[in-house]
């Protein structure tokens, strides 16, 4: 006890001179440091205590423990890659087995088309007759190769080849059966498209449209922010600001040859006060556009009938504004339309389908919703009333008096008032 005792006051500070305690100190301190005039650090105090103990060291967060997000490949058809089986061969029996039987039943579906391919050129008339014997054809030619894992492997990255029918067949039935064409058709026909501006629609043409992303709700972040385009889910609400610009449209057809198609763009929620309903107004007419599987999927900007923006009116129920891509009968004849943009306001859609030849039994179709905001106004005071062409055949305004023509707002009329009589007479005398 008395060791550890004498020990204990040893690591306490001195604060007496003491000659025996201060020999016992000394001999246990560590060397000063040297007193070159090139060192810069400041002397320590000899009488301070040293501790023999190490201090403790920081614990390193340990890199098994850090978790990183998976980084899939960028694929597509400019960084094209290979498909790889996922276990190398003879690791899994079942699957090497799996994986031959399917190729040995290509091969033989294959077989047979080349087969029936060579009877129809030597012409040699099959016993179903020659036009059934050409669709048989096409239906070998696409499962002869659409079980095969590198195919489906591509088609799924998007990597299809749509000059090859195996890739169209793919691409098409996942356009129908996955829920696109679904969600589509549905929303058409909940929101009263189908009828309200034709009386049938099938699609058959996959068509995709881009916008920018909304603007953030703050002011100061809308100018600084930088907003990126993404896709639009058929029958959403848009803000008006989004739509300010043409939107980027994407169409994927599954025919080889090229055909031409139409596009319309048309508001049928626009209020006509003459008798108490509702008229279609045109914004945007793209007539003559080449389309085939192998052709660029975005449409090309150039228009007959420019661009207008959507601009709802104050006080109206939510517009559905609508894309139709329709095809022409004749799929090699162009539309004849007159010089300069059409007349937009009480647009007829059927009327023109008609009278143009133009198909409803395939195309494609979307449609997005939108009310009235300030974005709207605005559109009004510096799109529409500062270019009166695209007022053109507005009912009783004429070109010089269509800068002056006030944004128009609409609601119930302001009931009568009982009391108006006695409020214009005075109460006391």
């Known amino acids: 006890m008395f060791t550890l005792a004498r020990l204990r006051v040893l690591r306490v500070p001195i604060s007496r001179a003491n000659s025996t ?24 105090n000899p009488a301070e205590p040293v501790s023999s103990t190490p201090s403790p060291k920081r614990r390193s967060k340990s890199r098994r423990n850090i978790k990183y997000p998976p980084i899939r490949p960028s694929i597509s058809l400019e960084r094209p890659r290979e498909w790889n089986p996922p276990v190398p061969p003879g690791f899994i029996p079942a699957y090497d087995e799996a994986v031959a039987y399917i190729r040995a039943d290509a091969a033989a579906v294959q077989a047979e088309a080349d087969a029936l391919r060579l009877s129809l050129e030597e012409g040699e008339a099959p016993t179903e007759g ?83 992303n909304a603007p953030p709700k703050d002011v100061v972040l809308r100018a600084r922010t930088k907003r990126k385009t ?108 007159p010089q300069g943009p059409l007349q937009r306001d009480a647009f007829d859609v059927r009327q023109f389908v008609e009278e143009h030849a133009l198909r409803t039994d395939g195309g494609g179709a979307f449609m997005w919703r939108a009310v009235w905001d300030e974005d709207s106004s605005k559109i009004w ?30 609601g119930y009329p302001p009931k009568p008032d009982p009391y108006a009589a006695l409020k214009s007479v005075k109460k006391y005398a």
């Open 130 to 212: 020659v036009k059934d014997a050409k669709k048989r054809l096409e239906v070998l030619e696409v499962m002869a190769q659409v079980n095969l894992p590198e195919v489906r492997w591509k088609a799924t990255n998007g990597m299809a080849d749509m000059s090859q029918k195996v890739y169209r067949h793919l691409i098409e039935q996942r356009w129908r059966n996955e829920g696109a064409l679904d969600l589509l058709m549905e929303r058409l026909y909940q929101m009263h498209v189908i009828p309200d501006i034709l009386p049938v629609l099938q699609p058959s043409v996959d068509l995709r449209v881009v916008f920018p």
């Open 381 to 410: 005071r510096e799109v529409i009333s500062e270019d009166p062409s695209y007022l053109v055949g507005e009912v009783h305004v004429g070109l010089i008096h269509c800068a002056e023509k006030p944004e128009p707002r609409y």
């Open 230 to 337: 993404a896709p639009v889910e058929a029958g959403v609400f848009l803000v008006n600001e989004q739509t300010r610009r043409p939107p980027k449209l994407y169409a994927t057809v599954f025919h080889p040859e090229p055909r031409l198609y139409t596009l319309l763009m048309v508001d049928p929620d626009v209020p006509a006060e003459e008798n108490q309903t509702f008229k279609t107004y045109l914004h945007w007419l793209q007539p003559n556009i080449t389309l085939s599987a192998t052709s660029a999927g975005l449409l090309p900007p150039t228009a007959h009938t420019p661009y207008l923006p959507p601009h709802p009116a104050r006080r109206t129920p939510y517009h559905r504004y609508v894309l139709l891509l329709l095809p022409h009968a004749n799929p090699v004849a162009k539309l004849s339309l």
């Open 21 to 44: 305690v201060g020999t016992l100190s000394s001999a246990t301190s560590t060397p000063p440091p040297s007193t070159s005039p090139t060192s810069d650090a400041p002397a320590s």
